[in-house]
């Protein structure tokens, strides 16, 4: 698999083009994004520098870390990062191997980062530990739904998500934001047409 994503990064420019993700610009309008922040399945960085970007042009406190576990993906986002005169650190890692920290985040962010569902509760369960009091977890991925469409993402719906992945981990945090359904994408090759998501902006409460 992580050979299959390094040749993918290998093979075209911008994977899923240099624009964040259509939610990623929406609710970063609503929501502030301050201190230490994660984005992982990060790739090539398109919504991490976006958000750095922005923290920047606006004098706030922000650093992000990637996570990734193609290299090749990483690099062409340090090479960006350092063309936009913008900070951000990475990390070469597989998501089965992290061992994760308690009130480690500000933030985390998640773009359709689709993994097996064992591997799937483990990474939502540790990112809930991780992140601090009022912290955020961000993103947009696609659901089991999205298997009639053929728009992108994983063809099993191991790889897909439903609400209670969400629900059975963040239920007693506060859903800022919540939507399931159907939205246009257009974000490179491999994310094109109409789809069905689900996107999340949670806010933890201890």
């Known amino acids: 698999m992580k050979e299959s994503w390094d040749n993918r990064y290998q093979e075209h420019e911008s994977v899923y083009g240099n624009e964040p993700n259509v939610f990623i610009k929406f609710i970063a309008n609503k929501i502030n994004f301050k201190g230490h922040s994660l984005a992982i399945a990060e790739g090539e960085g398109r919504n991490a520098l976006f958000l750095a970007h922005k923290a920047k042009q606006e004098n706030q406190a922000f650093s992000v870390t990637l996570w990734?576990?193609?290299?090749?993906?990483?690099?062409?986002?340090q090479n960006r990062a350092?063309?936009?005169?913008?900070?951000?650190s990475?990390?070469?890692?597989?998501?089965n191997d992290v061992v994760w920290q308690a009130n480690q985040f500000q933030n985390i962010f998640c773009v359709f980062g689709h993994f097996p569902s064992q591997l799937r509760q483990k990474t939502l369960f540790g990112i809930r530990a991780s992140l601090k009091n009022n912290g955020w977890f961000v993103g947009e991925v696609y659901?089991?739904?999205?298997?009639?469409?053929?728009?992108?993402?994983?063809?099993?719906?191991?790889?897909?998500?439903?609400?209670?992945?969400?629900?059975?981990?963040?239920?007693?945090?506060?859903?800022?934001?919540f939507f399931v359904g159907e939205v246009e994408r257009h974000e490179g090759k491999f994310h094109t047409g109409k789809c069905h998501v689900i996107q999340f902006a949670i806010q933890i409460r201890e």
Do not use: R, W
């Open 143 to 177: 659901s089991k739904e999205q298997l009639n469409y053929g728009t992108g993402g994983p063809s099993s719906s191991d790889m897909l998500y439903e609400i209670n992945d969400f629900l059975n981990v963040f239920g007693k945090d506060n859903f800022y934001h």
């Open 90 to 95: 990475t990390q070469c890692l597989d998501l």
């Open 68 to 77: 990734d576990y193609s290299s090749i993906g990483l690099q062409k986002a």
């Open 82 to 88: 350092k063309e936009e005169n913008i900070e951000i």
